[in-house]
């Protein structure tokens, strides 16, 4: 490496200069998928968003799906950690609505990001990325979320299935809500939900 990558410039350490110009990227990124979805969103774009050339790009991202992956593996993480934490200590009637209140509240602070979650499924890499989590958030709903009475293996299919349905439906749900598909308050989406996935859970 040489001794130009290393050095401070105007008392900014080189580390520091490619976290900022890192930082500045993903702004762009966010702005233009907020502005018209992931898909059109090209290395380009990004690039010209943020007043940076391409060779800055690429000394941060593989790609243009290398840069979004990153957006939305930071949003479902804090999501996942942020259920961990908050259910941890709460009553187990309590949990549902935890969970639910935070993803919908994740995901209402950036509509930047919200709208990537909203279209993931539009980008393979992205699709599959969502998927993966889901299948976290099915273990997490079915394990320590909701208060499932019969723990027996006569029901363990019955709970995975019921846990899919919740996980899925709810994903599909506030998407569809996220991106304008039906109108209705916040108040009325967390409820709704939480009535529709405690009535299925019941079931078991």
């Not at 993480?77 to 209140?101: F, H, K, Y």
């Amino acid at each position: 490496m040489s001794n130009s990558t290393v050095r401070p410039y105007r008392g900014v350490s080189a580390v520091d200069r490619v976290a900022e110009r890192r930082a500045s990227l993903i702004e762009a990124c966010l702005d233009l998928v907020g502005e018209h979805g992931p898909v059109p969103v090209t290395v380009e774009a990004i690039c010209q968003r943020a007043g940076l050339t391409k060779r800055y790009f690429y000394e941060s991202f593989r790609d243009r799906d290398a840069a979004l992956f990153e957006i939305l593996d930071g949003l479902l993480q804090t999501i996942e950690r942020g259920v961990l934490t908050s259910v941890r200590d709460a009553a187990p009637l309590d949990r549902s609505r935890i969970m639910v209140e935070l993803i919908v509240s994740s995901l209402q602070a950036d509509p930047r990001k919200a709208r990537l979650y909203a279209e993931a499924n539009a980008v393979e890499a992205l699709r599959v990325h969502r998927e993966q989590a889901m299948e976290r958030y099915v273990v997490l709903l079915r394990e320590v979320v909701l208060p499932f009475a019969d723990h027996s293996d006569q029901t363990r299919v019955a709970r995975d299935v019921i846990s899919r349905v919740i996980v899925h439906g709810s994903t599909a749900t506030i998407a569809a809500w996220l991106s304008g598909g039906f109108v209705a308050a916040r108040e009325d989406l967390v409820d709704g939900i939480i009535a529709g996935g405690m009535a299925a859970a019941g079931a078991v």
